[in-house]
């Protein structure tokens, strides 16, 4: 083989070479450019969903601040009426407070007018006096029963603490032992409670 032959072959098997490098840098090329465009297609298509994302997110958002807004709007007023209904109520309170015996002040009037009558009377005897003074008790027992007050009935009643004070003890064959034999000031109820005891005094055998 001659030089110029081997030398024909080197110059070859070099372009071959040289071919076979830029087939594959062109093949590279080209899927680097593939990747490229598939990451560019991927990244818009992120873009996409997270602008759509967003943009259904925000009428939510609106839609909850609104809802908020309403909510606060609506707690000013049941406090608003809260803070009115207790300056009513504490008001009614003082002036109930204030004027609960104007009932009882109204129903005594007429008893007090019957005793100045009875004490401006002249020339009456004193059974006319009398008889006068039990009207007025009569009357004023009536006015004291409308409104719930009522004497208790102590004698020949078993004695308790609850109802009577007893002052006094006093041996006694006729009735049992710790029984209400002499009431020495009547006792009073106002509906079922106790306002006045009755002074009593009570057996023992």
């Known amino acids: 083989m001659t030089t110029e032959k081997i030398n024909k072959e080197y ?22 450019a593939e990747e490229t465009t598939a990451e560019e297609t991927k990244s818009n298509k992120s873009q996409q969903e997270t602008g759509s994302a967003q943009a259904e997110k925000e009428p939510e958002e609106t839609n909850l601040k609104a809802r908020a807004e309403e909510y606060l709007q ?29 009932r009882l002040a109204t129903g005594l009037l007429p008893v007090l007018d019957n005793f100045e009558r009875a004490l401006k009377a002249e020339g009456e005897d004193l059974q006319s006096f009398r008889n006068g003074i039990e009207l007025i008790y009569r009357q004023l027992c009536d006015v004291l029963e409308k409104e719930g007050v009522r004497p208790m009935e102590a004698v020949g ?7 009577h004070e007893a002052v ?27 306002i006045r005891p009755a002074m009593v005094k009570v057996a023992k055998n």
Request: include cysteine; proline fraction near 1%; charge should be negative.
């Open 168 to 194: 006094m003890q006093e041996q006694s064959d006729q009735y049992d032992d710790n029984v209400v034999i002499e009431e020495f000031q009547k006792g009073y109820l106002l509906a079922d409670r106790v």
């Open 74 to 102: 609506l707690l000013q007023r049941v406090q608003a009426d809260f803070d009115n209904y207790r300056r009513r109520t504490v008001q009614e309170r003082e002036e109930s407070a204030k004027y609960c015996s104007m």
């Open 157 to 163: 009643s078993q004695f308790d603490p609850n109802l």
């Open 11 to 32: 110059r070859e098997n070099r372009d071959n070479n040289e071919d076979i490098r830029n087939d594959e840098n062109i093949t590279q090329d080209n899927t680097a």
